[in-house]
């Protein structure tokens, strides 16, 4: 009897095993685990950049958005834009990074029906260093903000600033003490262009990181190198 028990419990187990993993593989396939549904070859004529962030609960997110195109001009994407991720109560574009990568932020940029962009996602450290490598960037600060980036506290002042790879992520999480949506938005949008020029300026710096596998992306380091204007 005892061992009939086990068995039955054994399969029903099995059984409910079974189904948390249909439904990972299920959502994975929603929100684009891996290259997400990326079928380009070659060099494309842009690339979604996701600058990866920390939420105020320490979790990494896709904080900084943007398109760029080969030209080197930069489109910020409100990280904050509303999306549905199947099966779970998060509904920002940047809560899709957690799921999947650089893959699931761009299928869920797109849509269900839209082509999947090339996408390039950038860790923080990876970034910061970009930033850090070109000097820092000038940035104009609206209001003063002291912001606790991990254990250390970050002091930034209002005006016009030079920031360090540290300072700019943490004027970035600062932006939800801005002041309303409008200037929260003005603040994410401004380091996410801050960090395109650090990724146009220091294109080496990009390249190298996809080779040592500290950044990700479909393409090739090659490509990038190309894509980058090298």
Request: proline share 5%; charged share 20%.
């Amino acid at each position: 009897m005892g061992q009939g028990v086990g068995y039955s419990r054994a399969l029903l187990w099995g059984a409910v095993l079974g189904l948390v993993a249909v439904a990972a593989v299920v959502l994975a396939a929603l929100v684009g685990v891996g290259t997400g549904g990326y079928a380009g070859t070659g060099v494309p004529d842009s690339v979604l950049v996701v600058a990866v962030t920390e939420d105020a609960g320490g979790a990494n997110v896709g904080g900084v958005l943007f398109v760029l195109d080969s030209a080197g001009e930069a489109e910020p994407i409100d990280p904050l834009t509303p999306i549905t991720i199947p099966g779970t109560s998060y509904d920002t574009l940047q809560d899709a990074y957690p799921f999947g990568g650089g893959g699931a932020v761009a299928r869920s940029y797109v849509g269900a029906d839209g082509e999947v962009p090339a996408w390039l996602v950038l860790p923080q450290e990876t970034w910061m260093g970009l930033v850090d490598q070109m000097g820092g960037v000038e940035v104009e600060v609206a209001r003063d903000a002291d912001v606790y980036l991990g254990e250390k506290l970050i002091s930034i002042e209002r005006g016009e600033q030079r920031l360090q790879g540290t300072e700019l992520a943490a004027w970035w999480a600062s932006a939800q003490y801005a002041g309303g949506e409008a200037a929260a938005r003005s603040v994410r949008f401004a380091v996410a262009e801050a960090v395109a020029e650090a990724v146009t300026r220091e294109p080496d710096g990009v390249v190298d990181a996809v080779e040592r596998e500290a950044a990700d992306t479909p393409l090739s380091p090659d490509d990038v190198a190309v894509f980058l204007g090298k």
